[in-house]
């Protein structure tokens, strides 16, 4: 602005200069002039004078248009000094606003400041949850880095930068703060973060049981496999918070607070070489997103109320899962569920809602688990394409003797064992599978087994338990046990309402095992464990005859000379007050 001023007065000056200077000079030789004239020729006087004026008009009428711009340069000048004086008065107000900017900036220094050092006081609290020694070690580095850190913040109260370099350097102090406590916390066995003194750790295996444990540490180590951290407290799973492992082959999170919110719908995914994981005791409500490495998944008493076609996909290698202890029904599961299963071997669903068995069930399966339910009915044909099935447990159910459609198991030619214990049978059930092996009817209200029912097993039964039940000796009569005396090994009828021991018990060849403890039986007939005639020792290995109301001194000798170590047959305690 100041330039601008000095061109206007320059203006100004060199066109006044010349009308002021040129009339002096031309006015005395014009008057000399004009007085030589009126000396020569006085006559032409008046004329002269005339012709004076006129060029003093001329003159004049010159003159007065370079007054008129030495005036307009002067307007000028002074707009132009006004505009200057304006600008200073912007420019003085801009210097003010700088000043209460840098004031600001100022505090937003100060508040960085007050975050890193909240930052610092959080790394020193997750550093003292280590180990003694490695906390000593970390004070040192600790008052180090802070005192860094100081420096670093009065170097930047000097410097004098816009906001997006304070920025850019906020977030660089940031990065390195991170960068600082990665790096100088201290390592054990490859741990880029200190694992809780109360976890233990040992070859491949870190195992952190019940610790109260709030957060998943941070943990970087190829050679690390199992990891243990049931009954503690953990809520999330962030999506890479076992990223540092990744070899783990079996994980356990058990009784934990995890819901599925919790965990990341990637956390899983990472683990891909994941092959065994347990989820037991949380708050899951759906199956989360698991790896297609895993053979063995199990989610006991969580909240599952649904399976659906796609809980289960591409788990093409999984042979075990467990879901006790949930809120499932036939209803809640889709026909489509156990399609991906291809290869599952053992399939446990327990303690659920289950009124009868879901369909759909893999043809792989081998091992069905479904006790403790609500069952009251074994559907027709629902198990025909289990034909790898071997283990049936329908136990703690509602089933009763027409509760089994003729073809419930008839297609089933490698099922060997069925528990029906716990149940509300009064006969042993019809229409048995044929290869069975193993009868378990214990707890129930069986007071027969009717004539032939196990007759067309083959190659034959080898375990019958009958016992809590409400047997007497007229249960057992007749063809009862036909088609097992050859092959029956353990024969169970312990806690039932005997009076004597069964006559046809000395006609089995493989028998064992036989209990008949915990009945009414008064008396041990010579017939009735060995055959007269028997001339080698019976395959009878244990007898219990305890808690009876047998009077063990009146039993002869030859009731049990069939035995070969007298030692194995238990008589004693008996119900003393009630021997006949």
Same mark, same amino acid.
């Given at each position: ?16 200069? #010349? ?17 030589a004239?009126?000396?020569t ?11 004076? $004026? ?7 009428? +010159?003159k ?16 132009a ?10 420019t ?6 700088l000043?209460? =900017?840098?004031?600001?900036?100022g ?33 040192? $580095? /600790? ?5 860094? +850190?100081? +420096? $670093? ?10 906001? !997006?370099?304070?920025?850019? !350097?906020?977030e660089?102090?940031? @990065?390195?703060? @991170?960068?600082?406590?990665?790096? &100088? ?15 233990? =750790?040992?070859?491949?295996?870190? &195992? ?7 957060h ?5 180590d190829? %050679?690390? %496999? ?18 540092g492992? *990744? ?6 999170? /058990? ?24 989820? $037991? ?11 297609? &490495?895993?053979?063995?998944l ?6 599952? @109320? ?10 093409s290698?999984?042979l ?21 299963l ?7 669903? +327990? ?7 879901? #369909? ?23 198990l ?20 089994f ?13 069925l528990?029906? &214990?716990?149940?509300?049978?009064s ?10 092996r ?5 707890? @129930?209200?069986?007071?027969? =087994? *009717?004539?032939?029912v ?5 190659p ?6 009958l ?20 092959t029956?090994?353990?024969?169970l ?8 021991? #069964? ?17 009414q039986? %008064?008396?041990? *007939? ?14 009878? =290995?244990?007898?219990?005859?305890e808690?009876n ?11 049990l ?13 008996q ?6």
């Amino acid at each position: 602005m100041q330039s601008v001023l000095l061109f206007w007065l320059c203006v100004a000056m060199c066109a006044g200069a #010349p009308a002021v200077g040129a009339d002096p000079p031309h006015a005395p030789g014009e008057t000399a002039g004009n007085e030589a004239g009126n000396i020569t020729s006085a006559p032409t006087t008046a004329a002269a004078t005339t012709h004076s $004026d006129e060029i003093l008009r001329e003159r004049r009428a +010159d003159k007065s248009p370079r007054k008129s711009l030495f005036r307009r340069a002067v307007a000028d000048t002074q707009a132009a000094l006004g505009r200057s004086q304006a600008a200073l008065g912007r420019t003085q107000a801009a210097w003010v606003e700088l000043n209460a =900017v840098m004031d600001r900036r100022g505090d937003v220094i100060s508040k960085l400041n007050m975050i890193l050092k909240k930052l610092i006081e959080e790394k020193n609290r997750l550093l003292d949850l280590g180990e003694e020694p490695l906390k000593r070690k970390k004070k040192d $580095d /600790s008052e180090d880095e802070d005192e860094e +850190d100081e +420096d $670093d913040t009065e170097e930047e109260e000097d410097e004098d930068e816009g906001e !997006e370099e304070e920025e850019a !350097e906020g977030e660089e102090n940031e @990065n390195e703060e @991170n960068d600082g406590a990665n790096n &100088s916390t201290a390592t054990r066995d490859g741990f880029t973060d200190l694992l809780p003194e109360e976890c233990q =750790v040992g070859g491949a295996r870190i &195992s952190c049981k019940e610790i109260d444990m709030s957060h998943l540490p941070i943990i970087t180590d190829l %050679s690390i %496999s199992i990891l243990e951290l049931p009954g503690n407290n953990l809520t999330m799973l962030p999506s890479r918070g076992l990223s540092g492992l *990744p070899n783990l082959e079996e994980v356990d999170l /058990s009784r934990n607070l995890l819901g599925d919110s919790s965990i990341s719908p990637s956390f899983f995914m990472n683990l891909t070489k994941l092959k065994r994981l347990t989820l $037991d005791g949380n708050n899951l409500e759906e199956i989360p997103h698991l790896p297609p &490495s895993l053979e063995e998944l199990r989610i006991n008493d969580n909240k599952i @109320n649904q399976l659906l076609s796609h809980s289960f996909k591409g788990l093409s290698k999984l042979l075990v899962l467990e879901l006790t202890g949930n809120i499932l029904y036939e209803g809640s599961v889709d026909p489509w569920t156990f399609k991906p299963l291809i290869i599952l071997k053992r399939l446990r669903l +327990d303690n659920n809602r289950f009124a009868s068995i879901p #369909p759909g069930l893999p043809p792989s399966l081998e091992d069905l688990r479904m006790a403790h339910n609500q069952m009251v009915e074994v559907q027709d044909r629902v198990l025909n394409k289990s034909v790898h099935l071997r283990v049936l447990d329908l136990s703690y159910n509602l089933l009763h003797e027409n509760s089994f459609y003729p073809g419930a198991w008839i297609n089933l030619p490698m099922l060997e064992a069925l528990d029906l &214990s716990y149940n509300q049978l009064s006969v042993v059930p019809s229409h048995l599978p044929t290869v069975l092996r193993q009868l378990s009817l214990q707890h @129930n209200r069986i007071s027969a =087994v *009717p004539s032939y029912v196990l007759s067309h097993l083959r190659p034959g039964l080898q375990s019958l338990r009958l016992s809590n039940n409400q047997l007497q000796e007229h249960g057992l009569l007749g063809k009862a046990f036909r088609g097992a005396y050859h092959t029956l090994v353990e024969l169970l009828l312990d806690a039932n309402r005997l009076e004597r021991v #069964p006559s046809n018990i000395r006609h089995f060849r493989s028998l064992q095992l036989l209990r008949l403890d915990h009945n009414q039986i %008064s008396s041990v *007939p010579v017939k009735s464990v060995c055959k007269v005639r028997m001339t080698g020792y019976s395959p009878l =290995v244990a007898l219990h005859l305890e808690n009876n109301y047998i009077d063990v001194k009146r039993i002869r000798p030859a009731a049990l000379s069939c035995l070969q170590d007298r030692r194995r047959v238990v008589l004693e305690p008996q119900t003393h007050s009630e021997v006949l």
